[in-house]
C-alpha cells in the first residue's frame, strides 16, 4: 500500500470509528450513514487480499446492523450479515477476534430468520455461529440460541433434539435473574408450545410457531408436559402484552383438553374461545388490522363449526376474511386449511367411504371459496390443490359424480397461474400425472404418458424432502410405466416399473402395486418364482389390513386371480381349493362399493377368475356366472375406454369358451358380436390386440358358416393377429423380450396356415408359416436397416434418433442385478425405456418401409431366391393336431404352393418326434449316463425310420419329379417339435439289406424361416479362405477338437487367425473372450472373418438366448450377444461361413417355431452360412466330419451344404480314409468307432445359401 493509501485508510477507519460511537448514543441515523461512507473508503483504500480488510468490513457490518435498529430496513439487514459473514471469513479459527464476530453474525442471522423469509441454512448458520463463539452463556445469546432451536424444530422440520434442546435453554433462562420480564415471558411462550407439540408431525413442522400451528391440532404431550404448559401460561408477567396473546390463547385451548385432543365442546374450550374472542376486541386497531380481526374470528368459527359437527357453511365468510389478508399473511393458510378439515386418523384407515364422504361435502365449500376469491389472488393455488384433492378423493368412490377431466383443468389452472409455492406446484403435478393417464373417453396415447412422466419428474424436483405425496411418486412412476406397457406391447416397461417398484418402503400401496406388476409380469412370460412372491406380498397384505382398507380389498380380489393363476394347472388343489379362492374374491368385490372408480375392473377381474376356474374344473354353472359378472360390467353407461375395451373382450372370450360346454351355437355368435365390438375400439399396439384378433379368427373358422363367409373371415382376422403379433415382437428392446412376445404366438401360425389350405388360399398359408416363425431373429436382422427405411420414408430426425440410441445402446438399471435405492429426487433424470421403436412403427404406418418390416417375403420371391441358389423347393414340415393330418406345404422354385397330405406326420405324445425330443432336452441338460445314452440311441434310429415313412419319402418323389442328373436341392422349415428331427437322416432299407439315407438322394439344407432363406439368398459371400479365422479352446477337454483345428489350420487356412493358438513348448494359450469372437462376426467397421471355425462346448438353456459357446476361464458368448452384433452391421455387407463344431449349437430348446440357436444366431449376425450341430456329438467323430468338411470344401466344393454332404457320405463309406496329409495321431483312431451310426455324423446341420 502506498503511504498516501495509508494514511487515508487509518483516516477513514478512525472517522468511521467515531461517528458509529457517536450513533450509539443517538437515536437518527445521519452519523450512522456518514460512518458506512468512511469505512467504505478505508475498503477500496486496502488491496483485496490485505488482512486490514476486516476493519471496514466489521464496520460496515455494525454500521448496517445498527441502521435496521433504527429504521427496521431488511435491506440493511441483509447488509449487515453480508459484511460479517466477510468479516468472519477472513479470519482464521484460531484469531482473537472471531468468537465476538461469530456471535454478532449469528445474533443478525437469527433476526434475519424473525423478521424475514429465512430459510433453514440461514437458521443452521445461525446457530452454528453462535454455538461457535460460545454465546450461549449469556442471556442475549442462550435466547438467540434456544429461539432458534425452537425455530428449526417447529419451522423448519428439525430433529427432536432440537425440541428438547430450546426447551432446556428457555427453561433454565426463565429462572436466571438477569433475564428481564419481556424475555421470560417470550420463553415461556416458546416452551410451553414446544412441551405441547410433542409427536407432531414433520408434514406439519414447515411453518414457524405461530396461532396457525398450534391450532387444530391433536396432542400426544404427556401428562407432566401439558401440566408445565398451563403453569408457564399462567406464570405470565404481563397478561395484556399483545404481541404474545394470539399464541398465549391457542395454546390455552390446547391445554384446556386433558385428553390430549381438542375437543371444542368442552365447557373449558368453550370459555376460552369466548376469552379470545373478547381479547380480539381488546387488540387496538394499530395493532391488529380489520382483515386480521375477521381472518381470526373465521378460524374461531370454522373449529367451533367442525368441532360441533353444525354443519355450518363457512365458505363465504372464509372467502371474505382471507380476502381481507395481505397477501403472504399466515392466517391465510390456516383459513385454507379450514375449507377442508381433516378427520383425526381417516387417511391412515384407508375407508374409502369414509374419505369420500369427507371429501364430498368439502368440494362445495371450496368451488364457493375459490368463486370468491380474485382471479391474481395469491392463494388461489392452494385453494384449488385442495380442491383437486377432494376431487381426487370424492371420484375414487363416486365415479358418476367425479371427473377426471375438470381435475385436469383445475391442477392445470394451479400451476399456470405462477402464484402456488413449490409444495402445492408439487402436489399439481402428481395430481396432473394421475389425471393425464386416466382418459375417460378416449384411447391413451404414448404422447399423454410421456407427459404423465414429466409431471412426476416435476413433482419430484418440487416436493420437499418429507412430504407425505413424495415417497408415493415411485409407485406412480410404476403404475403408469404399467399402464405404457399395456398401450405399447413394450414389455420392458414391465422390467422397470419391477425395477422402480423394488425401491420403496414399506408403504401398503407400494407393496401391492410392486406385487401386482409382478402378476402381471407372470402372466406375460411364466415366472414362477415372480408369482410365489407376488402370492406372498399379497397374503402379508390381506393378514395386516383391516376389512375396510381399500388396499386390502384390492389386495384379496388379485389375489384370488394369482392362486387360481397358481392352481389351475395344479391337479393338487382341487376343485376345493380353487372354489376357496374365488369365495374369497367374490367377498372382496362385495366390499367394493359400486360406485367406486376401479369398481368395473375390479369386477372384471373377479370374473376373470372365477371364468378360469371354472374351465379347470369344468363347472358349467360357475362359467355361467362369470359371463354373468363381465356382462353387468360391460352393460354399464359410466365405462371408462379401457374399461368398455377389457370388459367386452373378455366377454367375448367367455362366450367362446361357453360354446366347448354347450355346443350352443347362439354362443358363437354372441362371441362374435362381442370380439367384433372390441376390435373396433383397439387402438395401435393394445396389448390385448393380438389375443382379441386370435379369438376372433377362431370364433368365425369354429362357426363356419359359408353363407356368412366365415372361413374367409377367420383367414383374415387371423393373418391380421399373426402381422399383430409379429409387431410386438419388433417392439421389443432386447432378445429375450422378443422371444417372451413370440412365445404367445406359439401354435397360431400353424392353425392359420391350416385355415388358408382349407379355403385354397395357399399364398395366405406361407404367409401365415412365416409371420410365425423366427420373429426374434427377423426383429434382430431388421435393425440395421432401420434408419434407411425411416430416411427413405421422410423421417430423418427418428433415423438419427435411432442412430445416436443405438451407439449409446448399454444395459439399463431394470436389466441389472438390484441395487440400493437412489434418492427421490433422483427420479427426475431417472432413466425411462425408450418408446422410439413404438415410434418408428407408428411413422412408418401407411408406407411401403412398414410393409417389408411386417410382412414375410411373397410366394414369387421364395421361388426366385430358390432359382437363384438352385434349390428345387422350400417345404414347410406341419405335425398334424387334433384330428387333422400332418401337412407338408411345398414351394416351388416356380412359384407354386403345393400342400401334400402326410397322415403320420405328428409330434404328439408318445409318437417319435416326442420320445426324440424329450430325451434330446434330457441328454443335453446335463451328464450322460450309458443308459440314457443307449435309449437316445435307440429313439434317433427309430426317428430316422420315421421321418421317411411319414414325409421325406413323399417329399423327395414330389421334387425329384423332374429328376436332373444331379441331386435335388431343398431347405427343410420344420414346424414346432418337428424342428428336434434330423431330417436329411430319414432312412428307409433298400433291395440288399442296406440303408439309405435322404441326404444321399438330396442336398438337404434348413431354414428357421423362408424370410431368413431369401434374406442370405441375397447376401453376397465372400471368399472362404479371404480372411479365415479359428478359435481353439485350451483346456475344454475336446483333445480332437484340438487335433482338428491344427489340422484345418495347418493344411487350409496358414494364413489366417487363429486364437487360442498352442504357444511353443506346449504352453496354453490365453483363452478367447467373446469380444476376441465378436470382432470376427460382421460390424459396424469390420466386415469380420471370411471364415470362422469354432471349436469349443456349447450350452444348451432353458431360454434360448442364454444358449452360449463356453470360451474357457468361465467366459461365455450367448445368443442374444450374437443377436445383438447383428443390430450394428452394415445392412448389405456381405457374409462369411462360420462352422460350428461345438456340441448342440443347432439346438432348440421348448421353442422350436422361433428356431432360435447359435448357428441361425449367426446368420443372423451376418454370415452367409452357417454349419451347427443338433446334438452332443462325440469328440472323435466330431473331428473327423470337421476335416473332412473342410477337406472338400478346399477341394472343389466350395457349396458349404455340398462339401458337409460329402463328408457325411465319408462317414458312411466302409471304404473311407483320410485324405493324405491328416495328422498321424487321428487316422489310427478310425477303427474305434462306427463312423457311420448316425449319432456320429447326422447331428451336422447346414443353414445359408
Not at 392466517?331 to 378439515?341: H, I, N, Q, S, T
Request: glycine share 10%.
Amino acid at each position: 500500500m502506498a503511504g498516501g493509501d495509508a494514511d487515508s485508510f487509518r483516516e477513514s477507519l478512525e472517522l468511521a470509528d467515531r461517528l458509529l460511537e457517536r450513533a450509539r448514543r443517538s437515536d437518527g441515523v445521519d452519523d450512522v450513514d456518514a460512518a458506512v461512507e468512511h469505512a467504505h473508503r478505508a475498503l477500496d483504500a486496502v488491496a483485496g487480499c490485505d488482512a486490514r480488510r476486516a476493519g471496514p468490513l466489521y464496520q460496515l457490518g455494525l454500521a448496517h446492523g445498527l441502521r435496521h435498529e433504527r429504521t427496521g430496513s431488511v435491506d440493511d439487514l441483509r447488509s449487515a450479515i453480508g459484511w460479517m459473514r466477510a468479516v468472519r471469513d477472513c479470519l482464521a479459527d484460531d484469531d482473537p477476534h472471531r468468537p465476538e464476530v461469530c456471535a454478532r453474525t449469528g445474533l443478525l442471522v437469527s433476526r434475519y430468520v424473525g423478521v424475514a423469509e429465512g430459510d433453514r441454512a440461514d437458521v443452521d448458520e445461525a446457530i452454528r455461529d453462535l454455538t461457535a463463539a460460545g454465546a450461549g452463556g449469556g442471556v442475549v445469546g442462550r435466547y438467540a440460541l434456544g429461539i432458534l432451536h425452537a425455530v428449526r424444530y417447529t419451522g423448519f422440520a428439525g430433529e427432536q433434539q432440537d425440541r428438547e434442546t430450546a426447551i432446556e435453554m428457555l427453561s433454565e433462562l426463565i429462572e436466571r435473574p438477569d433475564a428481564d420480564t419481556a424475555t421470560a415471558d417470550a420463553c415461556r411462550v416458546t416452551v410451553a408450545h414446544l412441551l405441547l407439540s410433542r409427536g407432531t408431525p414433520v408434514e406439519l413442522r414447515g411453518r414457524r410457531p405461530t396461532l396457525t400451528g398450534v391450532a387444530g391440532l391433536g396432542l400426544e404431550a404427556t401428562p407432566e408436559e401439558i401440566a408445565t404448559a398451563r403453569r408457564h401460561l399462567e406464570s405470565l408477567t404481563d397478561q395484556e402484552n399483545r404481541d404474545l396473546a394470539g399464541m398465549r390463547s391457542a395454546l390455552e385451548l390446547l391445554v384446556s383438553s386433558a385428553t390430549g385432543k381438542i375437543d371444542l365442546t368442552a365447557p373449558e374450550a368453550d370459555r376460552a374461545l369466548t376469552g379470545f374472542d373478547e381479547m380480539l376486541s381488546q387488540i387496538p386497531e394499530e395493532d391488529l388490522d380489520a382483515g386480521e380481526r375477521d381472518a381470526v374470528r373465521a378460524v374461531l368459527r370454522g373449529i367451533r363449526a367442525h368441532a360441533t359437527g353444525s354443519g355450518e357453511d363457512l365458505s363465504d365468510g372464509i372467502a371474505e376474511a382471507m380476502a381481507g389478508l395481505p397477501a403472504g399473511h399466515l392466517l391465510r393458510e390456516f383459513l385454507v386449511g379450514l375449507l377442508r378439515p381433516a378427520e383425526p386418523g381417516l387417511a391412515e384407515s384407508g375407508d374409502l367411504r369414509r374419505l369420500g364422504a369427507s371429501s364430498s361435502a368439502a368440494i362445495a365449500a371450496l368451488e364457493r371459496a375459490l368463486e370468491r376469491l380474485p382471479a391474481d389472488d395469491p392463494d388461489r393455488a392452494a385453494v384449488l390443490t385442495r380442491l383437486v384433492g377432494s376431487l381426487m378423493a370424492d371420484l375414487s368412490v363416486n365415479r358418476a359424480g367425479g371427473s377426471m377431466s375438470r381435475i385436469r383443468t383445475l391442477a392445470a389452472e394451479a400451476i399456470r397461474g405462477g402464484r402456488a409455492d413449490d409444495e402445492n406446484t408439487g402436489v399439481n403435478h402428481a395430481v396432473l400425472a394421475l389425471a393425464t393417464v386416466f382418459q375417460e373417453d378416449s384411447a391413451l396415447g404414448l404422447d399423454q404418458i410421456d407427459t404423465a412422466v414429466g409431471h412426476l419428474r416435476e413433482a419430484a424436483r418440487l416436493l420437499p424432502d418429507g412430504h407425505p405425496l413424495r415417497e408415493g411418486l415411485r409407485t406412480m412412476l410404476g403404475a403408469v410405466l404399467l399402464i405404457r406397457y399395456t398401450r405399447s406391447g413394450a414389455a420392458d416397461n414391465v422390467d422397470a416399473a419391477v425395477h422402480y417398484l423394488g425401491q420403496q418402503g414399506d408403504d401398503v400401496l407400494d407393496r401391492f402395486t410392486e406385487a401386482h406388476v409382478r402378476l402381471a409380469n407372470h402372466m406375460r412370460s411364466p415366472d414362477p418364482d415372480g408369482l410365489r412372491e407376488a402370492i406372498r406380498a399379497l397374503e402379508d397384505l390381506v393378514g395386516e389390513l383391516p376389512d375396510e382398507h381399500f388396499v386390502r380389498q384390492r389386495a384379496t380380489t388379485t389375489l384370488g386371480l394369482a392362486r387360481i393363476i397358481r392352481n389351475a394347472g395344479s391337479d393338487a388343489t382341487g376343485a376345493a381349493g380353487l372354489d376357496e379362492s374365488v369365495d374369497a374374491v367374490t367377498d372382496a368385490l362385495r366390499a367394493i362399493p359400486e360406485a367406486a372408480l376401479d369398481h368395473p375392473m375390479e369386477t372384471t377381474t373377479a370374473a376373470m377368475s372365477v371364468l378360469w376356474s371354472a374351465i379347470a374344473v369344468g363347472d358349467r354353472k360357475a362359467l355361467d356366472r362369470g359371463i354373468g359378472m363381465l356382462g353387468s360390467v360391460a352393460a354399464r353407461a359410466d365405462l371408462h375406454h379401457h374399461e368398455r375395451l377389457s370388459a367386452i373382450g373378455s366377454l367375448g372370450m367367455g362366450l367362446r369358451t361357453r360354446y366347448e360346454f354347450t355346443r350352443d351355437r347362439r354362443d358363437l355368435s354372441n362371441a362374435i358380436d362381442r370380439l367384433e365390438q372390441a376390435r373396433r375400439m383397439l387402438d395401435p399396439g393394445a396389448l390385448e390386440g393380438a389375443l382379441l384378433l386370435n379369438s376372433l379368427a377362431d370364433c368365425y373358422r369354429t362357426r363356419g358358416d359359408a353363407a356368412r363367409k366365415d372361413p374367409q373371415r377367420a383367414v383374415r382376422v387371423g393373418l391380421e393377429s399373426l402381422r399383430t403379433r409379429a409387431r410386438d415382437v419388433l417392439l421389443q428392446s432386447s432378445a429375450l423380450r422378443a422371444l417372451n412376445a413370440a412365445r404367445a404366438a406359439l401354435g397360431e401360425a400353424a392353425s392359420v396356415a391350416r385355415w388358408c389350405l382349407e379355403t385354397g388360399r395357399s399364398e395366405n398359408a406361407v404367409e401365415a408359416l412365416e409371420l410365425g416363425r423366427g420373429m426374434v431373429l427377423h426383429a434382430a436382422t431388421v435393425d440395421a436397416g432401420v434408419p434407411a427405411m425411416l430416411r427413405e420414408s421422410g423421417h430423418d430426425g427418428l433415423a438419427e434418433r435411432w442412430e445416436r440410441e443405438a451407439a449409446e445402446s448399454g444395459p439399463q438399471p431394470w436389466d441389472l442385478p438390484e441395487g440400493p435405492p437412489s434418492p427421490m429426487r433422483d427420479l427426475t433424470g431417472a432413466p425411462l425405456p425408450s418408446d422410439l421403436r413404438y415410434r418408428v412403427l407408428e411413422a412408418l404406418e401407411g408406407h411401403g418401409a412398414r410393409t417389408r418390416l411386417l410382412t414375410p417375403p411373397a410366394v414369387a420371391e421364395i421361388a426366385a431366391a430358390l432359382r437363384d441358389t438352385d434349390t428345387r423347393a422350400l417345404v414347410y414340415l406341419l405335425p398334424g393336431e387334433d384330428r387333422e393330418p400332418g401337412i407338408a406345404v411345398l414351394v416351388t422354385d416356380g412359384g407354386e404352393v403345393r400342400p401334400l397330405h402326410c397322415p403320420l406326420l405328428t409330434a404328439a405324445d408318445g409318437s417319435p418326434v416326442d420320445r426324440f425330443d424329450r430325451l434330446q432336452r434330457e441328454r443335453a441338460s446335463g451328464p450322460v449316463s450309458g443308459e440314457l445314452d443307449s435309449r437316445w440311441r435307440q429313439a434317433l434310429g427309430e426317428v430316422c425310420d420315421w421321418a421317411w415313412t411319414a414325409v421325406l419319402n413323399q417329399v423327395l418323389d414330389t421334387v425329384a419329379a423332374e429328376r436332373r442328373r444331379r441331386p435335388s436341392r431343398i431347405v427343410l422349415v420344420p414346424v414346432g417339435k418337428l424342428g428336434a428331427v434330423p431330417w436329411h437322416a430319414a432312412r428307409h432299407r433298400v433291395p440288399g439289406g442296406g440303408v439309405r439315407y435322404a441326404f444321399q438322394d438330396a442336398v438337404v439344407r434348413y431354414a428357421a424361416s423362408a424370410r431368413q432363406f431369401t434374406e442370405t439368398a441375397r447376401r453376397r459371400r465372400r471368399a472362404w479362405d479371404g480372411e479365415p479365422a479359428l478359435v481353439r479352446v485350451a483346456g475344454s477337454g475336446l483333445l480332437w477338437a484340438s487335433e482338428e483345428i491344427e489340422d484345418i489350420h495347418r493344411r487350409h487356412y496358414s494364413h489366417g487367425v487363429y486364437l487360442g493358438r498352442r504357444r511353443r513348448g506346449g504352453r496354453r494359450a490365453p483363452a478367447p473372450r467373446p469380444d476376441d469372437v465378436r470382432a470376427l462376426l460382421p460390424g459396424a467397421n469390420s466386415p469380420g472373418a471370411s471364415l470362422l471355425h469354432l471349436g469349443c462346448h456349447a450350452d444348451l438353456a432353458a431360454v434360448p438366448v442364454d444358449s452360449a459357446l463356453r470360451l474357457g476361464s468361465g467366459s461365455a458368448l450367448q445368443v442374444q450377444d450374437i443377436l445383438r452384433q447383428a443390430r450394428d452391421r452394415p445392412a448389405d455387407a456381405p457374409g462369411g461361413l462360420v462352422v460350428l463344431a461345438a456340441c448342440a449349437s443347432d439346438l432348440t430348446g421348448r421353442e422350436h417355431d422361433e428356431a432360435l440357436t447359435l448357428a441361425t444366431a449367426f446368420l443372423t449376425a451376418g454370415a452367409a452360412g452357417v454349419v451347427g450341430a443338433r446334438w452332443n456329438v462325440d469328440d472323435l467323430p466330431t473331428a473327423l466330419v470337421m476335416v473332412m468338411f473342410h477337406h472338400y470344401l478346399n477341394s472343389g466344393c466350395d457349396d458349404p451344404a455340398t462339401a458337409l454332404r460329402a463328408a457325411q457320405a465319408w462317414m458312411l463309406d466302409p471304404r473311407r480314409a483320410l485324405p493324405e496329409g491328416v495328422g498321424a495321431r487321428l487316422a489310427p483312431e478310425l477303427a474305434t468307432i462306427d463312423p457311420a451310426e448316425p449319432g456320429n455324423w447326422a447331428a451336422f446341420t447346414y443353414q445359408g445359401r
